[in-house]
């Protein structure tokens, strides 16, 4: 840990992620790549591990998270950052949880031959089944604190897991600290049994390049005549995206009168994304969980309406009519409202979200950080 001349502190992060973006699929865990970013803009000293399972080709197809996981080498450089994929045993939905711990416990040794002599002042794993598992060990190892990020899927889906809900709850109680991406995972957390030592709400910051930023935008076509452009962001595959609600939506559009077009993002990179966003009319959410989500402020950054169901904090940020019951005529209204309307609150898109741009969210965690490292 070094002292900066503006009075900072200069800290060695060894970031622990189940997702991180891979040679054949950049599209993954760009939001953990965002952070380390972050962090690294930040003076921070940034090293990165990304333990992956073990899977034949065949099994990626299970979910689109998975593409570009049974091939990956076991060490490459991204944007100048090296990252090292211990490969792990687990076999489909963890029925043997206890195995997965013992075996990705042992990678802790290839862990530190990967680092050399390179040692950390703290960690910070993203995601806590099971990437929290490698953290905890090299925690011990080194005696530095670690903290636990938690996006959605641990406390949405893996609490009430009957495998993995025990390895959870076990993880939040021992991380010295516990960051969640929203309030509504925080309150989650607060409420266990054995809440984390230290919690803090933390979002995953919301920036834009300029060539993407607009505001947001008015329709100006024919109404109920003209093409309507509507994007679905995120991999059709993926069941709990609801797919299927989105093209229903789209449908009734049609019987409204409107010509429809329904495109999706599938593990494209980031400026495609934007672009994507850019062109398109609407953002149609359909999700049966969700964090943020983030795609929902990017649109808005890229100058298009979101219309949502009610998911994740869209409620906190959206106008109230374009979060919808989730039902394809309800949110067909929301979708016409938006354009009709545009956006009704008194505060612009950048004041309602300027709760996650990069300055906000790496304040709050290089306060927390350097309170960690300095108890130890």
């Known amino acids: 840990m070094k002292h900066c001349n503006d009075g900072g502190v200069n800290i060695k992060l060894l970031v622990v992620t189940l997702l991180y973006p891979l040679p054949t699929n950049v599209s993954r865990g760009v939001f953990v790549e965002d952070h380390v970013k972050l962090l690294r803009a930040a003076g921070h000293e940034v090293r990165v591990i990304n333990p992956l399972p073990r899977m034949p080709k065949f099994a990626e197809a299970r979910r689109s998270t998975h593409a570009g996981v049974a091939k990956a080498p076991r060490t490459w450089v991204r944007n100048e950052q090296a ?23 042992r990678k802790a040794k290839s862990v530190e031959r990967f680092l050399g002599d390179w040692r950390p002042d703290a960690i910070v794993c993203h995601t806590l089944w099971p990437a929290g598992v490698l953290a905890e060990r090299l925690a011990e190892r080194w005696n530095v604190p670690w903290t636990g990020v938690v996006h959605g899927y641990d406390f949405d889906v893996g609490l009430h ?65 003209d093409s309507l452009d509507i994007l679905f962001p995120a991999d059709p595959r993926r069941p709990e995206k609801q797919h299927l609600l989105a093209l229903e939506t789209g449908e009734e559009m049609e019987h409204r009168g409107w010509v429809v077009g ?32 983030l795609v929902a402020r990017e649109s808005l950054l890229c100058g298009t309406p979101v219309v949502s169901v009610n998911v994740g904090e869209v409620a906190t940020y959206l106008p109230e009519a374009w979060v919808c019951e989730a039902t394809p005529s309800a949110l067909a209204d929301g979708i016409e409202a938006a354009l009709r309307d545009g956006w009704t609150k008194e505060a612009s898109v950048k004041e309602t979200l300027a709760f996650a741009s990069n300055e906000t969210v790496i304040q709050a965690w290089s306060a927390l950080l350097s309170t960690l490292v300095e108890r130890t």
Request: charged share 30%; net charge positive.
């Open 161 to 225: 897991d009957k495998s993995i809900g025990k390895q959870v709850r076990r993880a939040v109680a021992h991380c010295d600290a516990l960051v969640c991406v929203t309030g509504r995972l925080s309150d989650a957390a607060a409420n266990l049994e054995r809440p984390p030592r230290e919690l803090r709400t933390v979002p995953c910051s919301t920036e834009i390049g300029r060539d993407w930023a607009r505001d947001l935008r008015s329709w100006r076509g024919r109404w109920r005549k």
């Open 262 to 293: 329904v495109t999706h993002l599938k593990q494209q990179p980031r400026n495609i994304v934007y672009d994507r966003m850019m062109v398109a009319d609407v953002t149609l959410i359909t999700s049966k969980r969700e964090a943020g989500p």
């Open 83 to 105: 990252i090292f994929a211990p490969r792990f045993f687990a076999l489909p939905e963890h029925p043997y949880p206890s195995l997965t711990r013992w075996n990705l416990g």
